[in-house]
C-alpha cells in the first residue's frame, strides 16, 4: 500500500502523517517557524534537492498549512504559515522534548524562552476535565463520532 492510500483512513493521527510525515516536511516547517520564507532560504539551509523541495512546499500549501504570497519588500514570493501551519507548533515542540530528553546526552541544544517570563516552553498532555498530567496509560481510546457514523 502506497503512503498516500492512508490519507482516507478514519484515523487522526494517520491522515496528518501523510501529509506530515516525512523528515523534509518537518525540517521545512522547523525553519518556517524560524523566519525562513524563501524557497532558496529553505533549499540552502536544508541542501535539500529543488525538486523535493518544491514537491513539499506544493504540498503543504495544497493543505492549507502554507501560502505563498507576495513578500512585503520586493518582487520575490515568500512561504508563510497559516493559522492551521501555526497550530503544528506543538508537534514540533512534542518532538523537540522528546528529543531533548532521549538524544541529547549533552543538554538541550536550544531553549524556547517565553517571551515575558523567560521560562522555557515544554507540551504537556492533561486531561480537558481535571487537567491532571497524562501519559499513554492513562488513556482508554473509544468510539468518536467519526466513527459512529459508519456504524463501526
Not at 506530515?20 to 525540517?27: A, C, S, V
Not at 549533552?106 to 486531561?127: F, I, K, M, N, S
Not at 496509560?137 to 468510539?143: A, L, N, Q
Amino acid at each position: 500500500m502506497r503512503y498516500e492510500e492512508h490519507a482516507d483512513e478514519f484515523c487522526s493521527i494517520t491522515r496528518p502523517l501523510v501529509v506530515l510525515g516525512d523528515r523534509w516536511t518537518l525540517l521545512i516547517l522547523k525553519h518556517s517557524f524560524a523566519g525562513v520564507r524563501r524557497f532558496n532560504a529553505f533549499a540552502s539551509s536544508l541542501g535539500i534537492s529543488r525538486s523535493r523541495l518544491q514537491n513539499r512546499l506544493d504540498r503543504l500549501v495544497e493543505h492549507g498549512i502554507l501560502v505563498k504570497q507576495k513578500a512585503d519588500q520586493g518582487a520575490h514570493e515568500e512561504y508563510r504559515l497559516t493559522e492551521k501551519g501555526l497550530d503544528i507548533y506543538p508537534v514540533l515542540m512534542a518532538l523537540r522534548d522528546w528529543g531533548d530528553t532521549y538524544m541529547a546526552p549533552d543538554g538541550p541544544p536550544v531553549h524556547y524562552r517565553h517571551h515575558d517570563c523567560t521560562g522555557e516552553a515544554h507540551v504537556r498532555l492533561e486531561c480537558d476535565h481535571c487537567r491532571q498530567p497524562m501519559t499513554a496509560r492513562d488513556v482508554t481510546p473509544e468510539v468518536g463520532p467519526g466513527l459512529a457514523v459508519l456504524g463501526l
